[in-house]
């Protein structure tokens, strides 16, 4: 389906509606892809796939700065892992700041939005559960203050944050049918 309003909303939400990734990112995959080229010294036409020397932070250490740095309120301490054009998409992001759409562009609209998300969560508080490790990428998985499972997957260039996504668990519908069978119990 194209973009625009489909007939009961994008996955079945009413009034919503579908945006491809170049529409929600703008230039941002084009111009990952043109860094990843040359600040690695290939081609910009390097066929996808092929492996790059990517100067990104120890995943681990990054992690557990990145959480110690939330977990003391520290926005400034989080934002030094950000470039200053980082694209940040969040579903919070969507309620905290509705005219965003959840994609926030650029730093300084990254500290505005998470200082406004500080002052409605001030028993904010993250766990780290896992680290994963890709090309470019790290995902962190942790749980916050309310037990809800999130991954924030973060593309690097130049050792900083250039995308960054926060994505909240969903749970299965056999998680859920198993909650409620626990219930009934």
Not at 2 to 23: E, F, I, K, Q, T
Not at 61 to 87: G, K, M, P, Q
Request: proline letters at 5%; charged letters at 20%.
């Amino acid at each position: 389906m194209s973009m625009g309003a489909s007939p009961d909303g994008a996955h079945g939400c009413p009034g919503s509606h579908r945006v491809s990734a170049s529409d929600l990112l703008g230039d941002t995959v084009a111009a990952w892809r043109m860094a990843m080229a040359t600040d690695y010294g290939g081609p910009p036409d390097r066929p996808m796939g092929q492996c790059v020397d990517v100067t990104m932070p120890d995943a681990v250490e990054f992690a557990e700065a990145w959480i110690a740095a939330w977990n003391a309120r520290d926005v400034e301490a989080v934002l030094e892992h950000y470039a200053s054009d980082v694209v940040f998409t969040s579903p919070t992001a969507a309620r905290v700041v509705p005219e965003s759409g959840g994609v926030i562009n650029g730093k300084p609209a990254l500290r505005s939005y998470w200082q406004r998300a500080l002052e409605s969560n001030t028993d904010l508080h993250f766990t780290l559960v896992g680290v994963y490790v890709g090309i470019a990428t790290i995902a962190l998985h942790y749980e916050n203050q309310h037990g809800s499972l999130v991954n924030e997957v973060m593309t690097f260039s130049e050792g900083l944050i250039v995308v960054g996504h926060a994505t909240h668990h969903r749970p299965l519908r056999t998680e859920e049918a198993g909650a409620r069978m626990a219930l009934d119990d």
